[in-house]
């Protein structure tokens, strides 16, 4: 269920086995790509599984705005701070906890939402009773996983697939040209660029032109069935913490 979609008295009616929260960002994803491509991969992940599912899910409004100053340079770019964010994503999610809904699935787009949506999900499951986890799409398609980048094959191939209107199709072989091959400036395992136009002139990591339509169908389904074990997984979680030692 599209709790954006639904009458109260529709939610009522159900006993969800976990809500989904898609996270993403408002953020720049090179030439070829829309602005809001991480949270409209995290939403449509999100909705495939309610689809696919076998059993009640309830799929919250999409959380657009994340953690995303790193892009900061290109126009359009929208980002909140870490402590920000964190404190946002937790009241939102936990307001589900009033109707007796327990377990909590974040649906991440957004690589930089990653470590504060960890974070979030950890303090939930310490403090509430309730259980969370934070589930990142691009990081649950097996070997494909490897060659995310930004704005590059991946999210590209997803996006043909999806909402293929939203690519800007005329730029994606100049978006190539412009790219980095690899995500920062790196000293001794180190990374020393904060900001991604440190190392890449138009915002792309990877070659977008390697996302085609048909990676973006399996990527869909290999993200899709991850979450749906996940939440599978979490149903059975006994949201008790350990006691102390």
């Known amino acids: 269920m599209r709790l954006s979609e639904a009458a109260w008295p529709d939610a009522a009616d159900i006993d969800p086995d976990a809500v989904l929260v898609p996270v993403g960002s408002t953020e720049q994803h090179g030439p070829h790509a829309p602005l809001g491509t991480d949270h409209v991969t995290a939403e449509t992940v999100a909705n495939a599984a309610d689809d696919a599912y076998d059993g009640a899910l309830a799929v919250a409004p999409t959380i657009t705005v994340g953690v995303s100053e790193e892009h900061r340079q290109f126009p359009g770019t929208m980002y909140v701070s870490p402590d920000t964010f964190r404190d946002y994503v937790r009241d939102a999610a936990t307001s589900v906890l009033d109707h007796d809904w327990r377990t909590i ?3 991440n787009g957004h690589g930089g939402n990653t470590d504060a949506l960890r974070e979030v999900a950890a303090d939930i499951t310490r403090h509430e009773d309730a259980y969370a986890a934070a589930y990142t799409w691009f990081d649950a398609v097996g070997d494909h996983s490897s060659d995310m980048g930004h704005a590059g094959p991946l999210e ?3 996006l043909r697939h999806t909402h293929p209107g939203l690519v800007r199709e005329d730029r994606v ?3 190539r ?3 980095s091959d690899g995500w920062g400036d790196w000293t001794s395992y180190t990374n020393l660029a904060y900001d991604t136009a440190e190392f890449s002139e138009n915002g792309v990591v990877g070659d977008p032109t390697e996302g085609t339509k048909e990676r973006g169908e399996e990527l869909l389904s290999l993200a899709t069935d991850a979450l749906c074990r996940l939440v599978a997984e979490l149903d059975d979680r006994d949201t008790a913490r350990p006691p102390h030692k």
Do not use: C, K, S
């Open 173 to 175: 072989a100049d978006a």
């Open 105 to 107: 699935v974040f649906v």
């Open 177 to 179: 040209d412009g790219a």
């Open 156 to 158: 590209t191939a997803f």
